[in-house]
Nanobody
Framework: QVQLVESGGGLVQAGGSLRLSCAASGRTFNMYAMGWFRQAPGKEREFVAGITWSGGSTYYADFVKGRFTISRDNAKNTVYLQMNSLKPEDTAVYYC???????????????????WGQGTQVTVSS
């Protein structure tokens, strides 16, 4: 069992930056692939970025490529999402998720992840 707690959300102007953090409990964090998803009001949850358990591979949704960076620090049981050049359409609740499978491929569907955090609100004003 893994518990995930996101932090770092908030209100920012368009063009600004935020760094989200997701702290995981448990001794096996380094065995999980991690992903960030987001969900805006009235929309389905969508994949944003993911990183394999080793950190050797990352994958991004097209709409964040070049603006967001996912990283992990296994010594701190934490995964990060650095978000730059934020746009109003990035406004959503952001969730981190853990995938127990030690795949070398980043998974992009919510159903493929086993554990979820409670989410953190990101609001980008125009």
């Amino acid at each position: 069992q893994v518990q995930l707690v996101e932090s770092g959300g908030g209100l920012v102007q368009a063009g600004g930056s935020l760094r989200l953090s997701c702290a995981a409990s448990g001794r096996t964090f380094n065995m999980y692939a991690m992903g960030w998803f987001r969900q805006a009001p009235g929309k389905e949850r969508e994949f944003v970025a993911g990183i394999t358990w080793s950190g050797g591979s990352t994958y991004y949704a097209d709409f964040v490529k070049g603006r967001f960076t996912i990283s992990r620090d296994n010594a701190k049981n934490t995964v990060y999402l650095q978000m730059n050049s934020l746009k109003p359409e990035d406004t959503a609740v952001y969730y981190c998720a853990a995938d127990r499978g030690r795949s070398t491929i980043v998974k992009t569907f919510p159903a493929e992840y086993d554990y979820w955090g409670q989410g953190t609100q990101v609001t980008v004003s125009s």
